[in-house]
């Protein structure tokens, strides 16, 4: 490998990808299409990287032995692809940090849940007593913590498009959760492509490796007929639990794994739903095969806290319920949302259209829900999707506004939902800049 790395994005993940590049003996440039935040650019500076912003720089682009891109730059912009024509090799910073971690490594994806089993696995392994960071996603930059951290294993999350950037990288514990439709405006439209993507997580492993997996997802079930996995397979679903594997009986999560149980109530797990149990066993199983004992997998499956912007009960305004699960940025994330809440819903929703398919709402939308509040700078297909089952549908381009809409539409005892099944782009800096957006003109009621 060259000597001349570049990094596009000076964000979280290009920060650290330029520290490790650096500590490694590279000459390193970043290069942003933005404002690079002041938190990054003093620690570009203590440093002594170099970087740009507000533009790339073209000719020292195609001078590099090696570009870092952010996950957020798509493969088909024109940079990347005049890059790949030259032979100039671009990965992400996950293949990149994977190249000098000596660590063992939990890598979860999936469309919905993927934060949440992440959170909750990180949190299991800490409760062990296990050297244990948190990466991807969420946390500090992977390639960040390898360049300074000394952890024996890293819980990471993956988005597909983090994905996408891995070549060598292999995951020994690999966690694919669910695949449904998502992100199709990054993928040509085409469902294949997107669920490839996903099934990246399984890449170079080995028959010594693990892949933990939902077992009543269709496409994944699909899928697992058409290929070939080398690694051990450990399902967990919604029937008796496997001989290796996970399961629901008699109202109890069951996990088996090497003859070795372990069993509790579902009643018991702190995230409540059936999408978190699934999440609960996928964590539980990760935590069987590290050998933690059913004590401590118990402990922490039974007090976890749950993840901000996910399902997140805020608070109560004259008996009036206000959940913020803004990171809801897909339909079947919406879908559990709904299906979760028990009491007639005022839902917030609206966005980013990402190619969504509405039509799995529809049957929940009419069974729960009173109005719809339109949060988005184009909410028409929002609107002619529910318009003959839901009588009040208002529109808003301002939080401030949907939640005060919200507030007067609802009544004691009902529930406030913002869970939009769109991208937060157009009105937000990302789904947490909505979230919090969200939670402060609550507030203010």
């Known amino acids: ?34 404002k690079v935040q002041e938190k990054y650019r003093d620690v570009l500076t203590k440093y002594g990287i170099l970087f740009e912003e507000g533009k790339h720089s073209k000719d020292r682009l195609l001078n590099a032995d090696l570009v870092i891109k952010s996950p957020g730059v798509p493969d088909t912009a024109p940079l990347v692809v005049k890059l790949r024509e030259v032979g100039i090799p671009v990965v992400s910073e996950i293949e990149f940090a994977g190249r000098y971690c000596k660590a063992k490594t939990i890598c979860i994806t999936g469309s919905n849940g993927k934060t949440t089993t992440t959170m909750l696995t990180y949190h299991l392994l800490k409760t062990a007593g296990l050297n244990v960071g948190l990466a991807g996603n969420v946390g500090q930059s992977f390639a960040w913590q390898v360049a300074e951290a000394d952890f024996d294993y890293y819980v990471i ?52 490796d693990f892949f933990i997996y939902g077992a009543d997802d269709p496409i994944i079930q699909k899928e697992l007929k058409k290929r070939t ?24 999560l069951v996990i088996n794994w090497k003859q070795k149980t372990f069993n509790m109530s579902i009643f018991d797990i702190a995230l409540q739903g059936r999408h978190n149990t699934y999440n609960s ?39 009036i319920e206000f959940i913020n699960d803004s990171k809801a940025t897909n ?17 917030i929703a609206g966005g980013v259209d990402k190619g969504n398919d509405y039509l799995a709402l529809k049957n929940l939308v009419k069974l729960k829900v009173k109005a719809i509040i339109c949060l988005g700078v184009d909410n028409k297909k929002i609107m002619e999707a529910f318009a003959d089952i839901v009588p009040d549908i208002i529109e808003t381009q301002d939080m401030t506004d949907a939640v005060r809409s919200a507030y007067y539409l609802a009544k004691n005892g009902e529930t406030v939902l913002l869970s939009p099944a769109c991208a937060s782009f157009d009105l937000f800096e990302n789904y947490e800049d909505r979230g919090r957006q969200f939670k402060n003109a609550v507030r203010e009621l």
């Open 1 to 34: 490998m060259g000597s001349r790395v570049v990094v596009i994005g000076a964000g979280e993940s290009g920060v650290g990808s330029a520290i490790l590049a650096q500590k490694h003996g590279f000459e390193v440039w970043v290069t942003d299409a933005g």
């Open 157 to 208: 999350e993956l988005s597909s498009f983090q994905l996408d950037g891995m070549y060598t990288f292999k995951a020994d514990i690999a966690v694919l959760l669910n695949i449904t439709p998502d992100h199709l405006d990054r993928y040509d439209y085409q469902l294949q492509n997107y669920v490839d993507s996903k099934f990246r997580i399984l890449q170079n492993q080995t028959p010594a």
């Open 229 to 252: 996995i080398p690694a051990i397979g450990l399902p967990f679903g919604s029937t008796q639990a496997p001989e290796n594997g996970a399961g629901i009986e008699d109202e109890k």
């Open 281 to 319: 066993m996928a964590a539980g199983l990760a935590g069987m095969v590290l050998n933690i004992r059913n004590e401590k997998i118990r402990e922490s499956l039974s007090d976890f806290k749950g993840v901000e912007h996910r399902l997140e009960r805020f608070l109560r305004v004259h008996g």
């Open 331 to 347: 339909v079947n994330s919406t879908w559990y949302a709904l299906e979760s809440i028990n009491k007639p819903i005022v839902w």
